[in-house]
DNA sequence: TATGAATGAGGGTTCATTCAT
DNA sequence: GATGAATGAACCCTCATTCAT
């Protein structure tokens, strides 16, 4: 009797030669050498190697922004502009501890494709982030025109920066960064 | 007698396939074929795909940055963070016109290949975008501890929303979006 | 339903082509061409084509050194340099009625690459010259201080001169050479 | 003014990376870079690698053979088998020195080419050892029916066994083997 | 569901040879 | 004689995808 269900031994085999080798290398003989399944069986769940990267984006960023939040739910930070900075420091604490998930989400990945990831998550029903953003600004009683626009701003700028500066592009450590990044953000949320 | 080199054929055929079909979908076969001719010639003059691609990606970038530069002397802008948003919104307006030059800059292209291009980029000695921004900083009596920081963040924030909104990520438009550019980048030159 | 796999039929084809064009004039598309088999096929079952020369060469060589100890069994010789010049002269025999073979086993084919085969061809279990050999200076009482470098001087002397005269390098036919190829062997053996 | 013409530093080039690369890894670019002249000026002196090859073996190999006999010359030898032997002897020395001309000579070179090119070389006019073999047999009262087999055979053992021990095919040294191979040449020469 | 042998288009690359200058 | 840019056929090899079992 097999505790995962072939489907599943998939996934985590993809994640794992993902986060090693890059998608670009990957070959989907790897991922059914790796999960101890045949070759055609892989087209029974999946129709090729982007729609498992797909899946897979998607559900540990979800992963990601949800435990970070859930985090959140423990302090008893109450100004929204702290709170979103928490937020933002624990991904990247995550990201920086375990940054092989880059070569999986960006290296070896085509910007557009992931982009269009990046909105089908953002637009995903179990993603609190943006719930939390609108309902932040309401409470703290912050006057955005368009909050969905900051938001936009803040992620770009957050995911751009950190991106440099945890793949070492830009001799910086995360430490020395991250007082610029907080400065920024909070000059975002004024008016 | 020939009016092109064969090297410059190739680059002109490599740079409008690039545009067109992306960098990853673009084989050298097609790039000869384009350029009338034989396979051989392109070992000739280049190691493969990715070294056109990084001719190309330091030419045009030099191109688009020093024409921006060059309209900002015939204007008479005087105050810093006005001349560089002058300098941002050329490059915006550039892109907007021209946008398949994202596919061949982002496309289909690891974003590690192209941060390793944009540090050639930045260091190179034709580029006055560093000399500019560091000159207006003194000259406008800016006082920012570590300016190349600030500097970095523009670059990545602009490339980053801008890149989103160009190609429809989000809907927005560029004119709708660039007061809030504008906004944050004035703040970010603020102490 | 086939007869014969994939496998033995890019053998059987590729024993073929080596017989007639040499192994460095085939190519692997002439190879499954014959076979009548896809490309991808080839890169199943051989790394390359030197790995299917390999398995032919210790294939056809056990074959033919186990048919002369097999007919020397059915004969009554009993003096050890008679059985030794029986040996030899069958594979001399051999080779002449089927001197394309030859082709494959040396033309075009490395003397450093064939000498590997060679040592791994004489360690193989299956081969019992060696054996042969040692039983029998042993039973006839010959006094060789290393037998071991007798075996090697004949196997050498055998080869080099019996290809020459086979490949007609040489204006002699194997049966004026044989008298001499037998008293030079037989010196060998004395001590 | 240039002290060697183009044609011998085609050849002395060539000569130097057949022995470094062997036949086949040394391209016609590799020769003309190394001899400093243009691709179209290899086709002036050479049809192909393998005709400046041809030359080069005829070359070196009249060399050391004479080298042999003048060597021979100065010596007080006057037994025709101890005569033999020492040119035997002077030529293994030679390549076990210099082993690297074996990589010109055979390796990547196929035997049936290196075959028709030792005909071409023992009829060379300038090569003595034929004669020298055929006087000292007359000189020597040695009778044999016929001499040229015996040299044939020689030749054949001599270059096979050598060829063997000094590539180490065999874990025999030279110094060990010697005796060996001149029992058996004095054995030969035996009637 | 599950298998894995078989496919074959298509990729990158090499290099002997030619020929206009 | 001398050049070297240009050629293009030929090679090896990969791998996503199919399909009979």
Not at 29 to 35: E, G, K, L, M, T
Not at 133 to 160: Q, Y
């Amino acid at each position: 009797m097999e505790e995962k269900s072939k489907r599943e031994r998939l996934l985590i085999s993809a994640y794992k030669l993902f986060k090693t080798k890059g998608l670009n290398k990957t070959t989907i003989q790897d991922i059914v050498d790796d999960a101890k399944v045949a070759k055609g069986t892989f087209y029974l769940y999946f129709n090729d190697k982007y729609s498992i990267q797909e899946e897979l984006i998607i559900e540990k960023s979800k992963e990601i922004f949800n435990n970070a939040l859930d985090k959140l739910s423990n302090t008893k930070i109450d100004s929204f502009d702290k709170q979103l900075i928490f937020v933002v420091d624990y991904i990247i604490d995550y990201i920086q501890n375990e940054p092989e998930i880059l070569n999986f989400i960006t290296k070896d990945l085509s910007l557009s494709l992931y982009q269009d990831k990046f909105t089908k998550l953002i637009e995903n029903d179990d993603l609190k982030i943006y719930d939390m953003f609108m309902k932040g600004i309401k409470d703290n009683n912050i006057k955005l025109k368009r909050p969905e626009i900051t938001l936009f701003m803040i992620i770009e700028f957050v995911s751009a920066t950190c991106f440099s500066v945890i793949t070492k592009r830009i001799s910086l450590s995360v430490e020395e960064y991250k007082p610029y990044l907080h400065s920024v953000i909070k000059k975002m949320l004024e008016n």
